[in-house]
């Protein structure tokens, strides 16, 4: 048992790890200081700071206020923390939920409208197979 414990710990440990490193680089993609971005997300430095680095993993609500501040989505920290189960498609997906110049609505309606022509594909192309058996 306590070997089980200690790989879900490793495990738990390099998540809040690279959830921290998305958050520096995403702070450092939007060229703005850990002050900065501490104020902004109405948390203090020193936290901050912890969580880049790993040391802290940080509520829903906190990863809201840190999305809002970057001016990202909170879908994406969300994944990154493992609250919410990463969406399918990939490259795409990440990067209109990586955009800062789009607005979560915008993000949202961009990702159904792939979402649909990806199901439309999808559709054609079981069509496609069964039309060939």
Known sequence: MGRVDETVNKAVNQAVSDLGDYIRTQRNNAQISL?????????SNPYLSQVERGLRKPSAEILQQIAKALRISAEAL??????????EGGPVVDAVLADPDLSERQKQVLLDIYASF???RDTADE?????EE
Do not use: D
């Open 35 to 43: 002050r900065q971005l501490a104020k902004r997300a109405g948390v």
């Open 118 to 120: 990806r199901r439309e």
């Open 127 to 131: 069509a496609t197979r069964q039309s």
């Open 78 to 87: 969300y994944v990154q923390a493992g609250i919410l189960e990463r969406r």
